[in-house]
């Protein structure tokens, strides 16, 4: 059984979920995948672990898919960003199946240590036909983390209000009370 999952954000979809293994705390930047038992982690916390090994290729390969993901959130028209995702999403491909249940989609892998960080960049893919805008990063000055914001009317700001919605209104309360 892997550790817990430290991260203080989990269950966003797998494209952000991937870049949220990556977060600040307390000032200092963590990074869970730093070798496979963070692959584990990760893995299980997403329901690949049943599918996907967490070893030494798994890993080098799911961390060129968050670098991708990474640069192409950062600047989604930068040519070089989509080349990055388009690498990643190379080692995969869709197989259209028919089952009792009806027509059906099954991804394959050439190299299955490809597994996870393709559907990671098909994930982010499915993302941009949803709603690309609702793709965010916290608000939060200090806060690395996306999320994909689910809210009705969209305005969602933080990765979650009880950490940096609180911190941000905290420091707007401090500098109203003390200005002057």
Not at 64 to 70: D, F, I, K, N, S
Not at 72 to 82: M, N, Q, T, V
Not at 109 to 121: C, M, V
């Amino acid at each position: 059984m892997p550790a817990t999952d430290p991260r203080p954000l989990t269950g966003e979809p797998v494209a952000l979920d991937l870049l949220n293994t990556r977060w600040m705390h307390d000032g200092v930047r963590q990074d869970l995948l730093t070798g496979t038992e963070g692959l584990h982690i990760w893995l299980t916390s997403n329901g690949l672990d049943r599918r996907f090994p967490a070893d030494a290729a798994g890993l080098e390969h799911v961390l060129v898919a968050r670098e991708a993901l990474a640069s192409a959130l950062a600047d989604p028209g930068d040519s070089a960003a989509i080349e990055q995702v388009d690498a990643v999403l190379g080692h995969g491909r869709i197989r259209a199946t028919l089952t009792t249940e009806g027509p059906g989609e099954e991804p394959q892998f050439e190299d299955p240590s490809w597994g996870a960080a393709w559907i990671a960049a098909h994930n982010y893919l499915d993302l941009l036909r949803a709603a690309p805008a609702r793709i965010r990063s916290c608000a939060h000055e200090a806060c690395i983390l996306h999320f994909f914001d689910t809210s009705r009317n969209g305005t969602r700001r933080w990765c979650s209000m009880a950490a940096c919605g609180n911190r941000a209104k905290a420091s707007r309360h401090y500098a109203k009370t003390h200005d002057g």
